[in-house]
């Protein structure tokens, strides 16, 4: 388990600095305390377009990342992330719901 999350925290880092370079300023590395998730964190104003655009931008299906939705997404995060993933099986994605969401 902790050879996964030690992955999932690197692909993590290699998206985030892909989001930044292609100016997304607002996606952090993904920080998580130890035994934690480290995950891609999603604001709640984030809207479709913006998402697809930052999918388009850095999407590697290889990659094994960890999202965290700050709120509530005024779109349906799944499909999106579906339609890119479009099936693959190499990587994996899981999603956490942050504080203020239950």
Do not use: K
Not at 19 to 27: E, K, L, N, Q, S
Not at 87 to 99: K, L, M, T
């Amino acid at each position: 388990m902790q050879e996964y999350m030690a992955q999932q925290a690197e692909d993590g880092l290699t998206f985030a600095r892909c989001a930044r370079d292609a100016g997304f300023a607002w996606v952090a590395d993904p920080a998580g305390e130890a035994g934690t998730t480290a995950g891609i964190a999603l604001p709640a104003d984030l809207t479709e377009e913006e998402f697809r655009a930052l999918l388009e931008a850095c999407f590697d299906p290889t990659l094994n990342l960890a999202w965290l939705i700050e709120g509530e997404l005024g779109f349906d995060f799944s499909a999106v992330l579906a339609e890119f993933s479009d099936g693959a099986v190499s990587g994996s994605s899981s999603v956490s719901v942050g504080e203020g969401d239950e």
